[in-house]
């Protein structure tokens, strides 16, 4: 990037998602989540599907929209001892701009009026991985398939 370039910030809406949404929000969750689970040999459409309906909560579930349109979706959870990022899914020809970014932003501002850390889980070898570090997010456990992060409210500091 060209010194002296300002990058702009991203301007998203996070707005409601009804239960009529919920086959579009699967086929995003599955093109997102494609090169991840083919890189460690577990792309399964239909599992993916299942795990999804398994949970899937329209009150906790806001489209990311972008210019007027959808591009993706994140689902948030208050814990007793943090906020859980469920899902952060952008379709793939949105991720790089910046989007990310900002609705980790939005997330950060939820967690902390709450005076609670993030946490989210990350599957071995995604590119998400190195999204979360970047974004202040500390390993915490590892399991089979996923690695789980906490990000600790602005301000505090967690064992």
Known sequence: MPSGHVV???TIALTAVGADDVEALVALRIAAMRDSLERIGRFDPQRARE?????FDPARTRHIVVQGRPVGFVVTTP???WLSLDHLYLDPAWQGQRIGAAVLTAVFAEAEALGLPVRVGALKQSDSNRFYQRHGFTLVEEGEFDLYYLRSPRGTVTA
């Open 8 to 10: 702009e910030p991203v």
């Open 79 to 81: 814990m007793a001892t």
């Open 51 to 55: 795990r999804f309906l398994s949970s």
